[in-house]
């Protein structure tokens, strides 16, 4: 994956034009037969087409309008939203500190989200994790982003948002790799402390924690974490770039796959026996 803003902007702008560009065809006109039928000069359906230039949302509106494909316009709307915003660079963020690399996860977004769903392969998610943790973490990454060291203010503010785990009308559904339980950042005292935060947070009425087992029989692999807030908005994050899903044919994607996961994961007992077994390894 590209992870370049700028160039994921325009491919995903080529893409577009694309879907456009078949709406049109499917349609049985032509550039200059839309170019006409929407007030437009033939030249900016052409430019459209093929990324030159990016459409307005009037301008999907009447395409779609002419094209009878109006079921498509929120699909074509939510794409464009995130022609130039779907990559958020880590490194351009950071260049204050760490505290300002947040990506989706804005105190106005925790507010508006009812319904968190989330999947971790290898790391316990920020909401779950203990100070000493998310500090080894955190510390490894502004080493590798080369960003002023401000690991105390960047915990501190994922702590400070880790209060609405316990604000009324949130659920946090969450489904971790086995994996995740034995992936070390800090030493053997941090791993233990982290490990039994998950056991104290299992007992909450509003979160549903399930661990898919190692060496099980599973549907489906996804290729990186991801949390879905509501139906609205997808983010993952590569060691570069936080992508935002907005488009909703591409977040109910993601709301399948997480289906799948959680199809393969342990709830309850059975789950808790898994971070148990993680913990006692942590003596040997």
Known sequence: ????????AQAARRALGERLRELRMDAGLSARQLAAATDQHYTRISKIENGVQAPTDEDLRG???VCHAEDQVADLVATLRTVDSAYLEFRRQSRAGLKRVVGAHTPQRYEQTNVFRIYEHNVIPGLFQTPEY???MLAFWIRFLDTPNDVDDAVAVRMQRQRI???????????LEEQALRTWFGD???QAGQL???LELMSMPNISLGIIPLMTEREAVASAGFWIFDDDLVALETPTASIHVTQPAECRLYARMFEALKSAAVYGPQARRIILAALSELDR
């Open 165 to 175: 785990l316990r604000r009324g009308g949130k659920r946090f559904v969450a489904v």
């Open 63 to 65: 395409w779609c309008r």
């Open 134 to 136: 998310a500090a080894a």
């Open 1 to 8: 994956m590209n992870t370049s803003p700028s160039s994921s």
């Open 196 to 198: 039994g935060r998950l």
């Open 188 to 190: 053997a005292r941090v």
